[in-house]
């Protein structure tokens, strides 16, 4: 079984590559939390108060941002018709895919969360909990994402579309994740019964989306 | 998908035989290719001719299992029992599954990996295929810097890489040079003679003499 392995080294070095499309991310990560205290005064309280929700946006929109060349690459160049003549499912394909995005790019965003986090006055629990919330929760933003990039696979420039399509879908990750990382910082919430939420809604989303965007593709490549 | 894929009795001999039986295929709604029917030996060669919009494309693109037939059948005979066509079948057309930021060795070694799940002593190495095709000197380089010439014979290597019986070729020789299309000649002879079957969608000779042909119509 080298093929899946293979897959994933190759979008990884392609990832890496192609205009550090990880690098991409965080920087419109770090823009977009820079911008909010411009937009909402550089009050250090309201600050600490809504800055996971902000983290939590921003690394939505940043995912969202780089997700929507996820098969319209291969289906340019070729190597979705390849796929589709390969006897790894396309299903385990689209997985792999994903996982290798997400390695590529929601992982820096992770790592960047506790820097940005400072920016906005978040204390130590606070960051601990945004870093737990992104790291369980972004898999879920990827793997819902691919949907709307398998569905908009065909469309030229198809990425608002693509974000009109999958927004609505990942509320309620966004629910969930920002409030067990605001629970982790004191509340009324405990910390686990939200972030539980969050890990089943992320196992869900790895269980059934491959499916959903290989069925797309599927449907789309005849 | 309503593919109608039929395993009958290998043959005799054991070797591999392509049938395709009343094969009719739409797109767009129009009929593209109405009732086709031919049948292909292991170590034959069928040159699929015709005007533009004759449907060369989409009878490969059937046949790699890429589009629904809407009648008619398609069988594999005397290969392995379990496996389905399409993963029996190589397709090479004008987009060629070639990222252009990894170089031409780590493009060929992931389709080796990819594409050819069970070692076959018919697969070369990727270092063999691409001494055949003659970019052994540029393995290194990434295929964005390529010609065109020079990335169509790195896709052809990869029909070296990963042995599969069965070769859908949709205009194989575009931008190829004359030495190139004699070295990819000797590899289609060599294919047939190791039981290989080849069907190719082309305007000009390939270079095999005992290749048989299917002319398609014009429009209908």
């Not at chain 1, 293979?6 to 205009?19: K, N, T």
């Not at chain 2, 739409?26 to 699929?48: I, K, N, P, Y």
């Not at chain 2, 069907?199 to 290749?211: C, F, K, M, N, S």
Request: glycine letters at 10%; proline letters at 6%; a neutral charge.
């Amino acid at each position: 079984m080298s093929a899946l392995p293979a897959l994933f080294l190759r979008e990884w070095r392609v990832a890496r590559r192609i205009g550090g499309s990880g690098a991409m991310g965080v920087v419109f990560f770090l823009t977009l939390v820079a911008i909010v205290p411009f937009a909402v005064g550089p009050d250090p309280n309201l600050l600490a108060r809504i800055g996971p929700a902000i983290l939590w946006i921003a690394a939505l929109l940043a995912t969202l941002l780089c997700l929507d060349r996820l098969f319209q690459a291969d289906a340019e160049d070729g190597s979705l018709d390849l796929f589709h003549l390969a006897e790894t499912p396309l299903e385990l394909a689209v997985l792999v895919k994903c996982a290798a995005h997400w390695a590529a790019t929601g992982l820096p965003l992770i790592l960047a969360a506790p820097f940005l986090g400072l920016m906005l006055q978040q204390e130590r629990m606070a960051l601990v909990g945004v870093v737990a919330t992104l790291l369980v929760g972004t898999p879920a933003l990827t793997l819902i994402g691919a949907i709307g990039a398998a569905a908009t696979v065909t469309v030229r420039r198809g990425g608002l579309l693509m974000a009109l399509l999958v927004l609505p879908l990942t509320i309620p990750v966004l629910i969930f994740g920002v409030s067990a990382a605001e629970a982790a910082s004191g509340g009324t919430v405990p910390f686990y019964a939200p972030f539980a939420i969050l890990c089943a809604i992320t196992l869900a989303a790895l269980a059934l989306c491959p499916f959903a965007a290989a069925a797309a593709l599927r449907y789309l490549g005849e | 998908m309503s593919r109608d894929v039929q395993f009958d009795e290998p043959p005799a001999d054991g070797a591999m035989r392509l049938r395709v039986d009343d094969l009719c295929v739409t797109r767009g709604g129009r009929l593209v290719l109405d009732r086709q029917s031919f049948s292909l030996c292991a170590g034959q060669a069928l040159v699929v001719t015709g005007p533009n919009g004759a449907g060369k494309s989409t009878l490969l693109r059937a046949l790699a299992g890429l589009l629904p037939c809407a009648g008619g059948s398609i069988a594999l005979v005397g290969g392995p029992p379990d496996v389905e066509l399409p993963q029996q079948a190589h397709y090479l057309a004008h987009s060629d599954g070639m990222k252009s930021a990894l170089t031409v060795e780590e493009n060929l070694d992931f389709w080796l990996r990819y594409l050819a799940q069970k070692p076959d002593p018919r697969s070369r190495t990727v270092d063999a295929a691409l001494a055949i095709v003659g970019l052994g000197h540029i393995a290194a380089a990434p295929i964005g810097v390529l010609s065109a010439g020079q990335k169509r014979r790195a896709a052809l290597a990869r029909l070296l890489v990963a042995f599969r019986p069965l070769w859908l070729l949709d205009e194989p020789l575009t931008a190829l040079d004359r030495t190139s299309r004699e070295k990819f000649a000797v590899a289609m002879r060599e294919h047939c003679a190791s039981g290989g079957l080849i069907i190719a969608a082309t305007h000009e000779p390939l270079g095999l003499d005992e290749a048989s042909s299917l002319a398609l119509g014009g429009a209908s």
